[in-house]
């Protein structure tokens, strides 16, 4: 090192600790302002003359509801506050009142109900001990007969926990499909694959369904416009959101699902579930109801279809149509008149169903990082065939310039030691002429084993082409890559019995170069290990010749 860098590094040196005492004194005097600054409490918000925005009933459409009257107690009520939530009505008005208390709302109007209750219509009284007055509900006919309401009644803490756990559930598999598709998104960006971008618009495309299914597209403030054509919005996307589940159910069935009828029939399906999604709007709204039932009754079938495709791939050894077979089950068994009708499904439907499409999701989200896994391996491979020489196993040329490049910039940040080996094999062209190309490859692969043996990473031998390799000896100074290089000769030239071809000999030339100073690129390094392996040639073959400093170094054409 010169006198400059020496006393370069001595002003740093004194330099340090002043910069560590500054930096230290600036962080406990920014710790002391904080603690000063810290509050005892903090206040957020600004008191409100707004009223509680509750919406009154209209009595024009009290008229068109379906009323239902559930009586006091025997003994009349006990005058405790009483909870009533009505949930699990999916489309129009709901009323509920006791006594002369009367409120209304929507599935998808969570801004001007009560807000104690987020996944239904609720109201809390306290009626008049000994009263006999009933609870009264309203609500429009169901478009599916045996999606009815839900009645809750009990005390105020219990029916509103229940309520903040639907809203829980709820929420949650809307997460949870958000980030699927964001991730799904992020796989895309890696791996350049259109099957990520399809996962994409699934999970978004089950994300809305849930949201017009379970009101939360109004929570906590509209951001989607279904308020007042709820049932619109949910048959619309039940075709919708049924085209993504079978697109993808299908892409998982295996081999059977991949047959050519079932693709085009499966085609043929997803189009028609898109195509009733679209008409939806010019549908009048008597004709929902049917289209309704058409789309379940077609993906109750299509679901069967892929359930017994995939049981079939299974039976024949694709072991991966498993994921169809998870995924879809636990919505084909919700088409099961015996296990739709049980009462828990009928009370958690919502919960259920989107517990189900999030399950799905999952499903999918796992078949899709087995394919990222999958599309790794295969670039890896590709990346490994196209970096490594078929003769000898070794990175090639390409590959081996790029790891010359890495370590070079390594030994310059660090300030390491970084050496080279140019190997060339002595008389490689009589080798081949007097024993034959097939004996020449098995010498090839003979020293490269041998020079790969003789280093701790099989990336720092490369085949440079023809018979010349190339060795990296990163953290490696002149006097001990000279020592290496020495051993690696010897052993190359006890390699030639052990292929068992009579007179059968083997040497190397070997050339070393060692970063200087003045060395701005890898170009020059290798040049001067290049010259100096022609060098050894000169003295006499077999043997390591070091770097000297001479004017030129010109490849001499020798006859090897």
């Avoid at 296990?339 to 999918?364: C, D, H, K, N, S």
Wanted: charged residues 20%; proline residues 6%; positive net charge.
């Amino acid at each position: 090192m010169t006198a400059q860098g020496q006393a370069g590094d001595q002003s740093a040196r004194r330099a340090l600790p002043v910069l560590v005492t500054f930096l230290l004194s600036l962080v406990l005097a920014m710790t002391g302002a904080a603690r000063a600054a810290v509050p005892t409490h903090l206040v957020s918000g600004m008191p409100t003359s707004d009223a509680t925005p509750m919406r009154a009933c209209d009595p024009a459409m009290l008229t068109t509801l379906h009323r239902v009257e559930i009586p006091a107690p025997p003994e009349g009520w006990s005058g405790t506050p009483q909870a009533v939530s009505v949930f699990n009505v999916f489309g129009g008005e709901v009323m509920v009142g006791l006594g002369d208390r009367q409120v209304c709302g929507r599935m998808h109007d969570a801004r001007t109900r009560d807000s104690r209750f987020r996944t239904g219509v609720g109201l809390v009284v306290v009626p008049e001990r000994g009263s006999h007055d009933p609870v009264q509900v309203g609500w429009h006919p169901p478009v599916k007969p045996h999606w009815i309401p839900t009645v809750r009644l009990g005390g105020p803490s219990p029916v509103q926990q229940e309520d903040t756990l639907r809203l829980m559930v709820r929420a949650a598999c809307l997460a949870i499909a958000l980030a699927l598709a964001f991730s799904a998104l992020m796989g895309f960006v890696g791996a350049r694959d259109r099957s990520f971008l399809a996962h994409v618009a699934m999970c978004l495309t089950l994300l809305l369904w849930q949201a017009t299914l379970n009101g939360l597209g109004g929570y906590p403030q509209p951001w989607l416009p279904v308020d007042g054509r709820e049932t619109q919005w949910q048959v619309a996307f039940t075709g919708f959101g049924f085209a993504a589940v079978s697109y993808g159910a299908w892409q998982q069935a295996g081999t059977v699902g991949r047959s050519p009828r079932l693709r085009r029939l499966s085609r043929w399906m997803i189009r028609l579930f898109i195509g009733v999604g679209v008409l939806v709007p010019l549908l009048p709204p008597s004709a929902l109801a049917s289209a309704w039932w058409l789309v379940d009754r077609l993906f109750a079938l299509g679901a069967l279809a892929v359930t017994v495709a995939a049981c079939l791939s299974v039976w024949r050894g694709d072991r991966r149509a498993f994921a169809a077979i998870a995924a879809i089950v636990p919505l084909l068994l919700l088409f099961v008149p015996q296990v739709a009708g049980t009462r828990p499904v009928v009370e958690y439907r919502v919960e259920i169903v989107q517990l189900a499409l999030t399950w799905f999701l999952i499903v999918m989200a796992y078949t899709l990082t087995n394919r990222y896994g999958r599309l790794r391996e295969q670039r890896d491979a590709m990346r490994q065939l196209a970096d490594t020489d078929a003769l000898t196993g070794l990175p090639n040329r390409r590959a081996g310039l790029a790891r010359l490049d890495d370590c070079f910039e390594r030994a310059r940040a660090e300030g390491l030691p970084l050496s080279l080996g140019f190997v060339d094999i002595d008389r490689f062209k009589q080798i081949n002429d007097m024993h034959g190309h097939e004996a020449g490859d098995r010498v090839l692969a003979a020293v490269g084993a041998t020079l790969a043996g003789s280093v701790r990473r099989r990336e720092d031998v490369i085949r440079m082409g023809g018979e010349e390799f190339l060795v990296l000896l990163p953290g490696v100074d002149a006097a001990g890559a000279h020592m290496r290089l020495e051993a690696m000769r010897h052993r190359i030239a006890g390699t030639g019995p052990l292929l068992g071809i009579p007179g059968l000999v083997i040497t190397a030339s070997i050339g070393l170069a060692t970063l200087a100073d003045d060395d701005a690129a890898p170009a020059a390094l290798l040049h001067r290990a290049d010259g100096a392996m022609y060098r050894a040639k000169r003295g006499g073959r077999d043997r390591v010749e070091g770097h000297t400093d001479t004017a030129g170094d010109p490849r001499p054409a020798l006859q090897d």
